[in-house]
């Protein structure tokens, strides 16, 4: 890749975006050399900032033409390094298109820019009585377009799914530039459903230009608790206490005593003095049907151990509640100079062994380990705790966080749950699945994108050049053969 | 009905010994085989995943077209393949092999029947929540047509529930994707482009899914309509009152029809619910534990064959656009029945209507279906009207598509001619 074919790009973009959209300046696009995962950086050749769909899409065209990589950038938040710049490519933000276009009411559904902030689509629905159901703990700050990407989950997916779930339909420009509209507003559009694809392909496929997405109607009643115990273990057994008695809450969400330490240290928020563990509980619904399982939630808490259950009164003391929990990473940084957020699954009914399983990690290393967990569904977001001034002991941590990984593989779990593999897990890749298992899912990477310009790098460990139709063709691809395409 | 010998001859003895090796049931194939209308020359029934992969593998090495069937009860939907010359019988894969009830998960081969698989997650009072849309029908088969019932209103349909998927490809590789835990974002989702595939990707062998837990309760709130307009505004009412409809139906024909709400869950909230509801739909209404008079199934018969069959619609729709998708069958002998919470419903014309009517009723309603974000398909009809029709109608983004599965089947062997584009 050459400068020659970034200046064909740039000047692409200077003809058709404003000049505030196209920054070649050194100083300027250090600024974007990393996403919400710090430690990897890379400086891009060249950002661009496109105001519609139209811009985006003739960047990306000129960027086929000249077989010049590119990355998709929403808010930056990701935290699995999935929107870290190509040096020899183009990154393209969509901070600029922040248009929530329609809400429409009747059609459950909003059509938004992939720009526009998670939490103004729930904002701008919720007059309406309706409100966007993935909630990433970002939501303040994270896009939309960055939601499709990952597939974003939330505290709340326990009850209502992810990403996947709460899009019907997308704009979308395709590594050879085109732009197509993938699903309908109403379910099940005839073909293939590519947007299933697009939807958590961490921006290898291609990039949404618009999204329409589904909106659920408000709870009638949401009842949230907090509820402190001696240990996890006592947490874990009411959690699995509740699933048992066939209870959905909208989310059950667990922190050990070192993360609640942090919490309280960074945000004051009131959790249980000498907690071992505490739960966040929240149940919504009808009236009816919260006040049935409320009272069998509080019953099973207390039996499996809890000595101590407060229940939100009003929207301030439910604010307080998720406050806790919500900011937890964040407030980490109170009580260790550098930690790393790790992200596991692990099948539910597997989480005393494999918190016992971390205990031991943490003991035998002395590496600290904080946890925070999507408790319902098994989501584990351990917190490694690190100095990094101290020799070694950054190297110690990463031992410890992919430790903890490997646990997730061995019992039946996966390597990531919402935050993606990115760069940050391209790696573990081949642990969780099969060489058969990736080749298969190259497939689809080589029907979007045979030049594989679109966020190269990412998520795949040893991603294999496309043939044009495997069996069909020997010998070097054309595009390899012509110096336009690099193995990746 | 083509007969057999003539299909027999297009496999030759290599070809043959092949698959009798790499599968120790196959036989040739009878006139009771044909994939509408289309004889295949054998019937191989593998008895695991390994022999599913064995005779897929030696089906590419003597290029052969491969059809896989679960119980057949869909297998006429879409279009008739352009040729068949294995039919890949997953009677034989039919185990549950997974079932966490602490971790709300299940997993099935694909030959297993949904029913057999709902005896065994009730055992732990859970279901997964697909609806049995027509009796027999197998795991395989309805992630293959992307079958769905009145439940999706509240829990969406199979790429809704599918968390890890097992399949052989054209070139006989297993290759799985997704796993057993629900929250998983790592890689490609493969199931979701295999659902409603049609058998044109590659052979599910293995599917896991998320579960739910068996309502203890549960009521349908039945209003009358009597205009499209009225059924919308029952529709509407249902869906934006905070009373978590699970599914909401509406049945219609000749002018009239119903809407039928759903409410599941315990039974203090249901009734609760029920409670809420009632004046949201004018009072009026039919409170039951069973659906309404053939509700929730689909408006054809599901046994009839050949010129038999019904014009069998799927109509979707955004859902402001159900009075227009009604109004738009006025006139016409169809019987309408599906999920108006959701904007997916089935229309049937019967057998004895005349082409040019059944095609005049798909453009209509395709016109209709269009202006609300929706679309029409001919799910399936006699062959006098696939052939006179449009069956799929336009889709979007057709060219990527080709480009998937060019990927997945380089040489057009699975399931040919069934699909979209001719796919």
């Known amino acids: ?488 | 009905m083509t007969t057999q010998a003539g299909h027999a001859a297009s496999v030759d003895t290599g070809a043959r010994e092949a698959l009798g090796s790499a599968c120790a049931e196959v036989r040739d194939a009878t006139e009771a085989d044909a994939v509408d209308g289309v004889a295949p020359a054998l019937v191989a029934r593998p008895g695991s995943v390994d022999e599913v992969a064995e005779v897929v593998r030696a089906a590419a090495a003597h290029r052969l077209r491969v059809v896989p069937r679960g119980a057949g009860t869909k297998l006429t939907w879409g279009h008739a393949p352009s040729g068949v010359d294995v039919l890949l019988d997953l009677g034989g894969l039919d185990r549950v092999t997974d079932h966490a009830a602490g971790d709300l998960i299940v997993a099935a081969q694909a030959g297993t029947p949904l029913a057999r698989l709902q005896e065994t997650t009730a055992t732990e009072g859970q279901r997964l929540t697909l609806d049995e849309t027509v009796p027999g029908s197998t795991i395989g088969g309805i992630l293959a047509t992307n079958a769905s019932g009145a439940r999706r209103t509240a829990v969406g349909s199979a790429r809704d529930l599918l968390i890890g998927i097992t399949m052989v490809r054209h070139d006989g590789i297993v290759a799985k994707a997704g796993g057993r835990v629900v929250k998983n974002v790592a890689g490609y989702d493969l199931g979701k482009l295999l659902i409603g595939s049609m058998g044109t990707l590659g052979v599910v062998v293995d599917a896991t899914f998320r579960l739910h837990p068996l309502p203890a309760a549960s009521r349908w709130v039945t209003a009358r309509a009597d205009s499209p307009a009225r059924a919308m505004e029952l529709a509407q009412a249902a869906v934006h009152g905070q009373v978590v409809p699970a599914a909401v139906e509406v049945g219609w024909e000749a002018g009239a029809g119903t809407v039928s709400v759903l409410l599941e869950g315990r039974e203090s909230g249901v009734q609760g619910r029920v409670d809420d509801l009632s004046p949201l739909l004018g009072g009026d209404v039919e409170v039951g534990e069973e659906p309404p008079a053939q509700g929730a199934t689909y408006p054809w018969d599901t046994a009839a064959t050949g010129d038999d069959r019904a014009t069998a619609l799927k109509v979707t729709f955004a859902l402001s656009g159900l009075a227009d998708v009604l109004a738009t069958l006025e006139g016409s002998p169809a019987v309408l029945r599906g999920s108006a919470g959701s904007g997916v419903v089935y229309a049937a014309l019967p057998s004895s209507t005349p082409v040019a009517e059944a095609s005049a009723l798909v453009d209509r309603l395709r016109a209709t279906t269009t202006r609300h974000g929706g679309a029409t398909v001919v799910v399936d009809a006699p062959a006098a009207v696939k052939d006179a029709v449009d069956v799929w109608g336009p889709v979007p983004a057709l060219a990527l598509m080709r480009r998937v599965k060019d990927q997945f089947d380089p040489d057009h062997r699975l399931s040919p001619g069934r699909y979209v584009g001719g796919m």
């Open chain 1, 1 to 488: 890749m050459g400068a020659e074919q970034i200046e064909a790009v740039a000047a692409v973009a200077r003809r058709t975006l404003p000049a505030e959209g196209v920054i070649d300046d050194r100083t300027r696009l250090r600024t974007y050399e990393c996403d919400g995962l710090a430690h990897y950086r890379v400086t891009p050749a060249l950002v661009v900032i496109p105001e519609d769909a139209e811009q985006l899409g003739a960047v990306v065209a000129a960027c086929a033409e000249h077989g010049v990589p590119y990355v998709a950038r929403g808010s930056g938040t990701g935290l699995s390094g999935g929107a870290l710049p190509h040096a020899e490519g183009v990154l393209v933000v969509t901070s600029r298109m922040r248009e929530i276009l329609e809400v429409r009411r009747e059609d459950q559904r909003a059509l938004v820019e992939p720009g526009v902030i998670n939490l103004d689509v729930t904002k701008a629905a919720s007059g309406d009585g309706y409100y966007y159901a993935p909630d990433p703990s970002s939501q303040q700050i994270c896009s939309i377009g960055g939601n499709v990407a990952e597939n974003s989950g939330g505290a709340h997916c326990l009850k209502y799914g992810f990403t996947a779930n709460h899009v019907a339909a997308a704009d979308f420009v395709a590594p050879d530039g085109e732009t197509v509209r993938l699903g309908t507003t109403a379910p099940d559009a005839p073909g293939y459903d590519l947007l299933g694809a697009v939807i958590g392909s961490e921006g290898t496929l291609g990039i949404v230009t618009t999204v329409e997405v589904k909106l659920t109607r408000l709870p009638q009643d949401v009842r949230t608790l907090l509820v402190g115990f001696e240990s996890t273990d006592q947490a874990g057994a009411a959690t699995s206490a509740i699933i048992a008695a066939g209870i959905v809450p909208a989310a059950i969400e667990m922190m050990d005593a070192l993360a609640i330490e942090a919490a309280e240290a960074a945000v004051s928020c009131g959790y249980p003095d000498g907690a071992g563990a505490v739960l966040v509980i929240e149940l919504d619904g009808s009236t009816a049907d919260v006040d049935a399982e409320f009272d069998d939630v509080e019953r099973m808490c207390r039996d499996n151990g809890a000595f101590e259950i407060r229940v939100a009164t009003d929207p301030t003391e439910r604010a307080l509640i998720w406050k806790g929990r919500k900011s937890a990473f964040a407030a980490v940084g109170r009580i260790s100079p550098d930690y790393i957020v790790q992200d596991g699954v692990i099948p539910r009914t597997a989480l005393p062994e494999v918190l016992t399983a971390i205990d031991e990690l943490s003991r035998s290393s002395g590496v600290r380990v904080a946890n925070v967990f999507h408790a319902g569904d098994g989501n584990l977001h351990p917190l490694v705790l690190f100095d990094d001034a101290v020799e070694g002991a950054g190297e110690a941590a990463e031992k410890v966080s992919g430790a903890i990984l490997d646990l997730c593989i061995e019992h039946g779990g996966s390597i990531t749950g919402e935050h993606g593999v990115g760069m940050d897990k391209a790696k573990y890749m081949p642990r969780m699945y099969s060489d058969e298992d990736l080749d298969t899912m190259q497939l689809v990477r080589c029907a979007f994108d045979p030049a594989g310009i679109s966020n190269p790098g990412k998520l795949f460990p040893t991603p294999r050049l496309c043939g044009e139709v495997p069996g069909r063709h020997k010998g070097p691809h054309p595009l390899q053969a012509a110096g336009l395409a690099e193995v990746f």
